[in-house]
């Protein structure tokens, strides 16, 4: 596809597979859906959420989706297949595997939990992007979207992990955006802050730690509010779009303000 046929078309027609429809992940899917591309998803364990999702997609948008641990290489090779089989291609991607778990200062945090949470937000992402570079290589185009956190710029306390996996995400993406630039391959990641979701407000309501530091940055976003799941998809559905080719390596943050750069 050149810029000029992008440009023309928006994102109809395009071949959207992603990667985790949870909250963020299936807000991602609707409004994708709804710009005229043609979504193929995955879901982690929430099998009737993923048929009430897919059920609700524009008629005609939904490709399929599929059960995936992203965690798992051949899993996630034979999900890229599928998807691109039903989709006619795969030219957009985007991930937003996430890693459930309660904060913890590191010292008290298992090797073995720790190990999780990095092959999941870290893992995970480098699994989806392996499996799909060569077509897009061959087809001289591509777009890839990962969602990770504002906690990759920053730290976040009683979340050690899952910020090095996040920040070694935003690191990725910078290096894949140089190998693969001139292939008209585009890859950038989108860091919100705290988001209105099921997973937020569990933890904000979870005693301990976890609802200690999770309200404690919640009344630390300057706009005195949360984000929405459709403000996220926004952020994502641009630098997936045909305004956004000239973007590439970048790590947008999506927080209220919480990170200024």
């Known amino acids: ?7 023309a078309s928006g994102m109809s027609g395009r071949g959207v597979l992603v990667i985790g429809s949870g909250g963020i992940g299936s807000q991602v899917c609707r409004d994708l859906a709804a710009a005229g591309a043609r979504v193929y998803f995955s879901y982690y364990s929430n099998a009737a959420g993923a048929a009430e999702l897919a059920a609700g997609l524009p008629a005609g948008s939904c490709a399929g989706y599929a059960a995936l641990d992203a965690t798992d290489d051949a899993a996630v090779q034979s999900v890229v297949a599928a998807a691109g089989r039903e989709l006619a291609g795969v030219d957009t991607l985007v991930v937003t ?15 073995a939990t720790a190990a999780g949470i990095v092959a999941t937000e870290l893992g995970g992402p480098m ?7 060569p077509a897009m290589q061959k087809n001289g185009f591509g777009r890839i979207v990962l969602v990770g956190s504002d906690s ?7 979340d050690a992990a899952s910020a090095a996996a996040r920040g070694g995400l935003i690191a990725f993406a910078k290096s894949i955006a140089r190998e693969n630039a001139a292939s008209d391959i585009t890859v950038n990641v989108v ?4 988001t209105d979701t099921e997973l937020l407000a569990g933890m904000t309501e979870a005693e301990g730690l976890t609802g200690k530091v999770m309200n404690a940055v919640v009344r630390a976003v300057p706009k005195r509010r949360l984000g929405s799941a459709a403000e996220i998809s926004g ?4 630098l997936a779009g045909a305004e956004a080719g000239f973007i590439t390596g970048q790590a947008v943050s999506v927080s209220g303000g919480l990170t200024m750069q």
Do not use: D, I, W
């Not at 990759?152 to 009683?158: L, P, V």
């Not at 860091?191 to 705290?194: A, E, F």
């Not at 952020?235 to 641009?238: F, L």
């Open 191 to 194: 860091c919100p802050g705290p």
């Open 235 to 238: 952020a994502v559905a641009y």
């Open 152 to 158: 990759g710029k920053t730290g976040s306390m009683g």
């Open 127 to 133: 699994n989806a992007v392996r499996a799909v570079l």
């Open 1 to 7: 596809m050149t810029a000029e046929q992008e440009v």
């Open 97 to 111: 595997a996430g890693h459930r778990h309660p904060l913890a200062l590191f010292q008290v945090t298992t090797a």
